[in-house]
């Protein structure tokens, strides 16, 4: 840690980011005060860095494309139109006591047709399953394995592993317990036990960026 | 301007209970009520994929999939996140995603060269910049002008920097959404920020700001 008796100008840079953000302690503070005090470059620098993050922090600095909004509105509104459309056959039949026969098999053409399409666009728009292949569970993890779980994920990894999201809640159970109790094996340091799930994937690195973005997703941030 | 630091110590603001309400009655079966959900962070998420992808069909794309992907997995919303990083985290994932698919990384590995986070820094210029009009982020140009030194950034301090200093994300949560440390999510922030000032200082000085260079529908010669 640098001396807080005196600090020159490129100790003062090195923190001025931190000072910004009011992540230097008290008695750092006060001596880069000083510092702003008597060194007109120094205070200079501070006023236009924070300048700069004043003004890229401002709401009006984030610009959307013309249409943009429209365009995620109704997509949006698509989305859950498709939801919609899924439930609705079972509706349909309970209150379709038509007399006549061919009277019903015209909207039953139109929804086949109309089911076939949504399960056409279905296809074409998620390439990538919500879940992974890599999420299923992995063959071959030896039963008494010691592995390790924590509160705030699905996910089950080898002690140590970098990937371990919040540490402080970290169990340690068997790779078979884990596995009974739901938890799937990480894609980084469990990789050796998913190759055999992996079979028949063309790209493998799709594969584990899907898994990372279950995580992601799961995990909920912090 | 939002203050960095009450963003870090107090993540709950006010609009948040009506923001819990709709997440609920969403995830309870109301999803016409997703878009009203995700609308007051659309920008944002937008910005995000733009600073990784740096292509605006791209960058469009990637926000429309991240929403979707968020409204399919809302279930796996939990209450104790704020719902914004949440939201921020799958765009930056769906970004980065999309961007190794693309192999763009081969490209702008060049961008990388310069791997001295470490290097002292020294300032190009003491211009002095005190003063900021309010009314400046008014105008197109100065946006413009402001969005052009930030492309010119590498990579890596560009993504650090939008994430914490446009979408308001904590020190941790940059981390965690780039898959980089803390202390580099510091390094890169301060590096970020010090270059920025140097590109824009100078032209504070020169008046770019303040005024246009000419009248709007006059021509300078």
Not at chain 1, 19 to 29: M, S, T
Not at chain 2, 69 to 75: D, E, G, L, V
Not at chain 2, 98 to 111: C, F, K, L, N, P
Not at chain 2, 174 to 203: F, N
Request: hydrophobic fraction near 40%; aromatic fraction near 8%.
């Amino acid at each position: 840690m640098v001396s807080h008796e005196k600090l020159n100008c490129e100790q003062v840079w090195r923190e001025l980011s931190n000072y910004i953000d009011g992540e230097v302690n008290a008695a750092l503070r006060s001596t880069m005060d000083e510092h702003f005090k008597t060194c007109q470059r120094c205070a200079s620098l501070l006023a236009g860095t924070r300048n700069v993050v004043q003004l890229y922090g401002d709401e009006r600095m984030l610009e959307v494309p013309a249409g943009f909004s429209q365009r995620l509105e109704q997509r949006l509104e698509q989305k859950v139109e498709q939801g919609r459309e899924r439930r609705r056959p079972r509706a349909v039949a309970s209150r379709a006591r038509w007399s006549s026969w061919s009277a019903w098999m015209v909207p039953l053409a139109a929804m086949a047709l109309f089911a076939g399409t949504l399960a056409l666009v279905d296809s074409l728009t998620f390439k990538y399953p919500a879940k992974s292949i890599l999420s299923a569970p992995g063959h071959d993890i030896p039963p008494d394995l010691a592995v390790v779980v924590t509160a705030g994920s699905r996910v089950f990894h080898v002690a140590g592993c970098s990937f371990i999201h919040d540490k402080a809640t970290e169990r340690t159970i068997t790779a078979k317990e884990a596995m009974q109790d739901g938890y799937v094996p990480c894609s980084r340091c469990l990789r050796q036990y998913l190759k055999t799930a992996l079979r028949g994937q063309t790209d493998a690195d799709d594969a584990s960026a899907d898994a990372e973005q279950d995580e992601v997703i799961g995990r909920a941030g912090h | 301007m939002s203050d960095p630091e009450m963003v870090l110590n107090n993540p709950r603001q006010a609009g948040d209970a009506r923001e819990l309400e709709l997440i609920s009655n969403v995830q309870g079966g109301q999803h016409e009520l997703f878009y009203e959900l995700v609308r007051p962070y659309e920008r944002r998420v937008y910005a995000a994929a733009l600073a990784i992808l740096r292509n605006e069909q791209d960058a469009e794309d990637a926000a429309q999939e991240a929403m979707l992907k968020a409204f399919a997995n809302i279930q796996k919303f939990r209450a104790e996140a704020r719902f914004s990083t949440w939201l921020i985290q799958i765009t930056v994932n769906e970004a980065l995603m999309r961007r190794r698919r693309e192999r763009t990384v081969v490209m702008e590995g060049i961008d990388d060269r310069r791997d001295g986070e470490e290097s002292e820094y020294a300032p190009r210029d003491f211009a002095d910049w005190r003063e900021i009009p309010s009314e400046a982020l008014e105008r197109k140009e100065v946006r413009l002008r402001l969005a052009e030194a930030l492309g010119t950034l590498d990579r890596k301090y560009r993504e650090v920097f939008v994430l914490r200093d446009m979408e308001h994300l904590n020190i941790q949560e940059t981390a965690e959404a780039l898959g980089i440390t803390a202390a580099s999510v510091k390094t890169r922030l301060l590096r970020a920020r010090l270059m920025l000032r140097d590109l824009l200082a100078a032209g504070w000085e020169q008046g770019w700001f303040s005024r246009l260079p000419f009248e709007k529908g006059t021509k300078p010669w």
